[in-house]
């Protein structure tokens, strides 16, 4: 799916978790190539967090947290930028579907 993708936008926050995996793993140098090589495709492109991120944020976890599903702090993070930009977010955790305004793509992972 994402090599079919014509743009692929990735989070500050997604980039962060990918690093701080690749530095307790045994792979973190030859997984930090691998990341270089992707964010090179003129494809993919990194987006931050702003205020308007923020207030999304704040909204989903009252929601979450009104409903008692709350779901991983970082993952909220994706989701609110999801949910600004208008982007599908496309992952292993079925937990994204708890968030309203969240087109969720849930794919197995490679083994």
Do not use: C
Not at 52 to 64: D, F, G, H, N, P
Not at 69 to 80: E, G, K, L, Q, Y
């Amino acid at each position: 799916m994402l090599r079919r993708a014509e743009e692929i936008i990735v989070s500050a926050v997604v980039l962060g978790e990918l690093l701080s995996g690749f530095r307790g793993g045994k792979r973190q140098q030859e997984n930090r190539e691998e990341l270089d090589d992707f964010f090179r495709s003129p494809r993919v492109r990194l987006v931050g967090v702003d205020e308007e991120t923020a207030l999304r944020y704040s909204e989903i976890i009252v929601y979450l947290r009104s409903r008692g599903t709350p779901i991983p702090t970082n993952d909220v993070w994706i989701a609110a930028g999801a949910m600004q930009l208008g982007l599908r977010v496309v992952t292993t955790d079925p937990h994204f579907e708890r968030v309203p305004q969240v087109t969720v793509e849930l794919f197995a992972p490679m083994k």
